[in-house]
């Protein structure tokens, strides 16, 4: 398999970890190179749920590595949590997962601040409070940034936490918490040791299985439409979520990523705050939520339900450079009569082709629909692109031609099995 960047075309939640999971049979290495435990990515393995918010989403593959770049925030016990669980049910996590020594650390005053942030109605961004804008914030402003090279040296990590701390306390005193330093290094003198077979230079361990002609798929988290840089700013994540992030938050050089595929849900979706154009009316949002179980993998919030939106699309193509696209979630569409795609907006008397920089006037767009029968019929035990109805095919192809690149995945099911290879 060709090295493969995983992408989220939209607002997240597109169903990228279960592709990852899909592809990660075929690929030698998956590797995550940003965001944190804001992601939530879930895969259904005969029946069984399962969700990563730092693991990457190759980890129910036995014999494959798994990679955490220096690109990604950690929540240190989130992740052996995670690790624990999974143990549990039978995947017990050893030399399969390294994690990148430069990758920063979320620490729990990036909680507390971005948890007074989301309170106070005039910086509420609808975060999914996991201390992961923070913790970026530390990194950027190099002064308090903890790094797991730190924690591998235990005084080193002890005296810079002890320094970021001071910055801290009027935070740790507004959320009411009360901060035990001692039983606090105890915990993490711990941890440490259980992450230190882990902890590695993966920028080594990625170039050297390039070399020996391993296959890499890097797994995206968050969406385009979140990206810092792209997205619909300020209402973003804070790292970045397309592919230039693969290079930085992993250390490999742009010729290590040979194919890019977007998964697009067949609608979209959003969860927190910020202009969505294509968002439904309430009632129908409803009932594509519930069709969908529309509820965020991290935080269990409800999310906004709305159509297709090529403009969105196009302009996260552009960014990325899409070379396939998967479609995800058909199936949530088999009982809608008429299915509408957004291919411009309007506004102010314009129309426009194009993803806005400015807040306020995404705010104003209109979405200009075309419209689809449905296909009202049940696809979930569709195997092969044929055995989809007409009607699909030509939704999904009509997508291909507004997008400009091919669809090559279907999926009618959360399940690994529920899943259609075209090409
Ligand atoms: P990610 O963050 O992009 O990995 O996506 P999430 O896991 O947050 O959200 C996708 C949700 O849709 C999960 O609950 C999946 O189990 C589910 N899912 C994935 N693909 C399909 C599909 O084709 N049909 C249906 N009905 N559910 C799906
Ligand atoms: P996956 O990888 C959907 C959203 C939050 C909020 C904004 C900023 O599962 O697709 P943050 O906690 O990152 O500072 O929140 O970004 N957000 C996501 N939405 N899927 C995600 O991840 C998300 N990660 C963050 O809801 O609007
Ligand atoms: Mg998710």
């Known amino acids: 398999m060709r090295n493969t960047f995983i992408v989220g075309s939209q607002w997240g939640d597109e169903s990228k970890g279960k592709f990852v999971d899909f592809l990660a049979e075929q690929a030698d290495v998956v590797a995550r190179a940003q965001g944190g435990p804001n992601a939530g990515h879930t895969i259904v393995v005969n029946g069984e749920s399962y969700v990563f918010h730092l693991l990457p989403s190759g980890i129910l593959h036995r014999g494959k590595l798994n990679v955490i770049g220096n690109g990604v925030v ?18 017990p996590v050893g030399d399969n997962l390294e994690i990148s020594d430069r990758a920063h650390l979320i620490m729990p005053y990036h909680k507390w601040i971005e948890h007074l942030a989301e309170e106070n109605d005039k910086s509420r961004l609808g975060t999914t409070r996991r201390g992961v804008g923070p913790a970026y914030a530390d990194k950027a402003r190099r002064v308090s940034g903890i790094r797991m090279c730190d924690l591998m040296e235990f005084d080193v990590f002890q005296k810079k936490f002890l320094q970021s701390l001071t910055q801290y306390t009027s935070a740790l005193g507004a959320v009411g918490e009360t901060f035990d330093a001692e039983a606090f290094f105890e915990a993490y003198r711990g941890y440490a040791e259980r992450l230190r077979p882990h902890v590695t230079d993966t920028t080594l361990t990625l170039s050297e299985a390039r070399k020996a002609g391993k296959s890499i798929l890097f797994e995206g988290a968050q969406g385009s439409l979140l990206d810092v840089d792209f997205g619909s700013y300020p209402y973003v994540t804070s790292s970045n979520t397309t592919v230039g992030g693969v290079c930085t938050g992993l250390g490999v050089p742009p010729q290590a990523i040979e194919e890019v595929v977007a998964v697009v849900k067949a609608y979209t979706t959003r969860v927190g705050d ?12 409803e009932t594509v939520r519930q069709a969908g179980n529309e509820y965020g993998a991290t935080t269990g919030r409800p999310r906004r339900c709305g159509w297709l939106d090529i403009v969105g699309l196009r302009y996260a193509s552009r960014i990325n450079g899409f070379t396939q696209v998967a479609v995800a979630k058909l199936d949530v569409l088999d009982n809608v009569e008429t299915i509408k795609i957004c291919v411009e907006y309007r506004v102010r008397g314009e129309l426009m082709t194009n993803f806005p920089a400015q807040l306020s006037l995404l705010d104003e767009c209109e979405p200009v629909y075309e419209e689809y029968s449905g296909w009202m019929s049940d696809t979930t035990t569709c195997r092969s692109y044929a055995d989809l109805p007409e009607t699909a095919r030509r939704y999904i192809e009509r997508m291909e031609e507004l997008i400009g690149v091919p669809v090559t995945m279907v999926s009618v099911g959360p399940d690994r099995a529920e899943t259609i290879h075209r090409r």
């Open 74 to 91: 950690i929540d240190v016990p989130g992740l052996l949590k995670e690790m624990d669980s999974l143990a549990t049910r039978g995947f």
């Open 274 to 285: 910020g202009p969505f154009p294509t968002e439904m009316d309430p009632d129908f949002g």
